[in-house]
């Protein structure tokens, strides 16, 4: 595949995910129509799964997981594989995926705690301290530990490797699950060096491919105690009894079947992944136009990218949702509007300009604020101006909508 395409004009999608796509991706995931066991696909499996670890700054003992499914799915692999009837959960609670992940896990019929942070912050360690010291003076421990690295209902940003420090040296049989859906790729995540045990994501967010593929990455220590499972996985489609053969065979370079794999999305994730990691696999788009640059650089551009978007919104009398600079995720930016505006002086007039923002979500706020996303080619590649055209028109939008208010006095 090395003919170059380009995406016909189309308005910017900004939302915190599905986010604006590569040329070279898209043109991947337009591959003529292939079995998932042809000789020519499975190579291109085999390599989106190493190069996930790369992403993560995994080693080879780590175990990545790609089926069909969006990141929710994600919950489903943990609450079915690595919990058991009764045992006992402890969920950081920041935003709505939260509650989420709290509902998963009480549908497998785990024991549910939630420590809750306030509208705007993450769990504090020492709230997290607390409840780990509190279980382990009752004899007992957590069997898992689970957080959302970055809230998409907020924004909040949760200190990843403090928790998972924490958990390490107060409950150490617990297990680390990271709800990154909205962190991986545009946010630093050490799988190893931080000693977490899951992080769950999705295609199309900060990964840059369309949506519909589960992304999930386990540690050596969680595959060990899901095959020390007293009773059967309790799913079906999210055993990992089904699916880690077939994962180990594709990155062995063999074909093998469970369900049929989304095989042009595993096209389109490979190109993305060659974007990120700056490798090239069994497909090389060979679009020069477009913009690789290291892990390292990555990171910076989205910091980058988020400072700009947030200072901006301020000289617009817009308030970030999280509380601290430091909770505040780089992906994407929840801000309350202006003082006497609502999302109908806001969102449809970005609307008409071809920005499409997100609305609120969290249940307790919803009218008051709205989401932006700033991640993937949107962010890496700075000649597309794609930040630098979100602010220039909400500056306009706010300005047209003071105005109106103004004269309606």
């Known amino acids: 595949m090395s003919s170059p395409f380009q995406q016909d004009p189309h308005d910017l999608l900004v939302i915190p995910g599905p986010i604006e796509v590569a040329d070279s991706v898209l043109y991947a995931n337009a591959h003529p129509s292939m079995s998932h066991v042809h000789k020519d696909f499975v190579p291109v499996f085999g390599d989106a799964i190493r190069m996930t670890r790369e992403v993560l700054y995994a080693g080879k003992d780590t175990q990545p997981f790609l089926i069909s499914g969006s990141g929710t799915l994600g919950w489903d692999q943990v609450s079915a594989n690595l919990v058991e009837d009764g045992e006992e959960a402890l969920v950081l609670h920041s935003g709505y995926f939260g509650d989420s992940f709290t509902d998963c896990l009480?549908?497998?019929?785990?024991?549910?705690?939630?420590?809750?942070?306030?509208?705007?912050?993450?769990?504090?360690?020492?709230?997290?301290?607390?409840?780990?010291?509190?279980?382990?003076?009752?004899?007992?421990?957590?069997?898992?530990?689970?957080?959302?690295?970055?809230?998409?209902?907020?924004?909040?940003?949760?200190?990843?490797?403090?928790?998972?420090?924490?958990?390490?040296?107060?409950?150490p049989s617990s297990l680390v699950i990271a709800d990154c859906v909205c962190s991986v790729a545009s946010e630093e995540i050490k799988f190893d060096e931080w000693d977490l045990d899951v992080v769950m994501t999705a295609s199309q967010k900060g990964l840059g491919a369309p949506p519909g593929l589960s992304i999930l990455l386990a540690s050596a220590r969680a595959i060990e105690v899901y095959k020390n499972r007293k009773t059967p996985p309790s799913s079906y489609y999210g055993s990992w009894t089904k699916w880690l053969p077939i994962m180990k065979a594709y990155?062995?370079?063999?074909?093998?079947?469970?369900?049929?794999?989304?095989?042009?999305?595993?096209?389109?994730?490979?190109?993305?992944?060659?974007?990120?990691?700056?490798?090239?696999?069994?497909?090389?788009?060979?679009?020069?136009?477009?913009?690789?640059?290291s892990l390292e650089e990555r990171f910076k551009l989205h910091k980058e990218a988020a400072s700009k978007v947030r200072k901006a919104a301020a000289e617009l009398g817009m308030k970030q949702l999280p509380l601290q600079e430091n909770e505040a995720a780089n992906g994407m930016t929840a801000l309350y509007y202006p003082e006497g505006l609502a999302a109908?002086?806001?969102?449809?007039?970005?609307?008409?300009?071809g920005i499409v923002v997100a609305g609120?979500?969290?249940?307790?706020?919803?009218?008051?604020?709205?989401?932006?996303?700033h991640m993937g080619v949107s962010v890496v590649n700075t000649e597309r101006g794609d930040v630098d055209?979100?602010?220039?028109?909400?500056?306009?939008?706010?300005?047209?909508?003071?105005?109106?208010?103004?004269?309606s006095v």
């Open 344 to 353: 109908a002086d806001i969102l449809p007039r970005l609307a008409q300009r």
């Open 360 to 373: 609120g979500l969290h249940s307790e706020i919803k009218d008051k604020y709205f989401r932006i996303g």
């Open 106 to 171: 009480q549908t497998y019929r785990a024991s549910v705690t939630q420590l809750k942070a306030p509208i705007g912050r993450a769990v504090s360690i020492a709230q997290l301290e607390e409840a780990l010291l509190k279980k382990q003076k009752e004899g007992k421990s957590y069997k898992v530990v689970t957080f959302t690295h970055v809230d998409t209902s907020t924004g909040v940003l949760s200190p990843a490797k403090e928790i998972a420090q924490t958990v390490r040296r107060i409950s």
């Open 251 to 293: 990155e062995a370079g063999s074909p093998a079947y469970f369900a049929t794999p989304p095989v042009n999305l595993i096209y389109a994730y490979n190109a993305s992944l060659q974007l990120i990691t700056g490798k090239r696999s069994a497909i090389a788009p060979n679009l020069p136009s477009e913009v690789v640059v």
């Open 389 to 407: 055209r979100v602010i220039k028109s909400l500056q306009e939008v706010v300005a047209e909508a003071n105005a109106t208010k103004s004269a």
